[in-house]
């Protein structure tokens, strides 16, 4: 049964940084674009950040723009969301997916934070931003 495992989360002070990994077990994520999405209380999932299979293409929110980096190690069959300079905005449960319809190696431009569509989730990590 494919697996996508989030960890990282956690307890973070505005400013502070938290790396995300996204790891797959009986899965390769080799020739699969990967997403990023969060789900704060009370609102709809969001994506964040998508990569391409290649590593070559990512796109991210407006609202992480400068702050998150998104990067691949296929050597571990991990995707990775670096971010730093947290806000409290950015509390959420974080979510990787992959297995987008008809989009399996690239982020779509108009689509990719869209969490209709996509084959595989993770079960969430949470991050808490406050002081």
């Known amino acids: 049964q494919v697996q996508l495992v989030e960890s990282g989360g956690g307890l973070v002070q505005p400013g502070g940084s938290l790396r995300l990994s996204c790891a797959a077990f009986r899965f390769t994520l080799d020739y699969y674009a990967v997403t990023w999405f969060r789900q704060a209380p009370g609102k709809e999932r969001e994506g964040v950040s998508c990569i391409s299979s290649s590593g070559l293409s990512t796109y991210y929110a407006d609202s992480v723009k400068g702050r998150f980096t998104i990067s691949r190690d296929k050597s571990k069959n991990t995707v990775y969301l670096q971010m730093n300079n947290l806000k409290v905005e950015d509390t959420a449960v974080y979510y990787c997916?992959?297995?987008?319809?008809?989009?399996?190696?690239?982020?779509?431009?108009?689509?990719?934070?869209?969490?209709?569509?996509?084959?595989?989730w993770g079960k969430g990590t949470l991050v808490t931003v406050s002081s």
């Open positions: 997916a992959t297995g987008r319809s008809s989009f399996l190696e690239g982020c779509p431009p108009a689509s990719w934070s869209r969490p209709e569509g996509m084959t595989y």
